[in-house]
């Protein structure tokens, strides 16, 4: 008989959990079809978590961990930075998905995302010495153009019916421009080293 891994049953109650809240967001998540997607015993949910707005929680921070890991944040350059992140959004949109089930639902941020911004900002006032208000302001700007692509109707982004692919490189390059020019606009420019 195999040992249990609970390692393993945590992680695929996270994935699992993932996956439905994506799809139906924490209200209409169940915590059943969440066990039964993960081949997990539903009693392991609680045990692990505590509770299903505590799964959403750890799925949430352990996301927004993955993509901080795969989009480093670059204070000194936000044009690149937002490019970067348009990248992923393309590549996993599921995750802007599960941040807009956030946004519904609990549209207060965490302890964890406010830490995260201030940080951001803090950082992006040191480099361009500046305030973290104006910081902030680029920051907020730099992830709604990294965003809109994903929140826009097809329809609506590429009305010509152009190769989505070459209509999509031809967004991203707006996406980096514009986040220059509002850059540019709103903080002193970043010392070069």
Known sequence: MAAYDSAATRAR???????????????????????????????????????????????????????????????????????????????DPWLLRLVQWKTLERPEASEQELAAHLDKAGDIARVHGTTVELAMDALMIALAAAQAWHHTAPQVRNPTGDDDAARRTRHRAAVVAAVAAATDALLPAAPTV
């Open 13 to 91: 109650l996270l994935d699992a959990a993932y996956a439905e809240f994506v799809e139906r967001g924490l209200a209409g998540a169940r915590v059943d079809r969440i066990a039964a997607a993960a081949a997990a015993n539903k009693q392991a949910i609680y045990a692990y978590f505590g509770s299903k707005d505590a799964l959403f929680d750890a799925v949430l921070a352990g996301r927004l961990t993955v993509l901080a890991d795969l989009v480093p944040f670059r204070p000194a350059d936000l044009p690149a930075y937002a490019g970067a992140l348009f990248d992923q959004f393309t590549e």
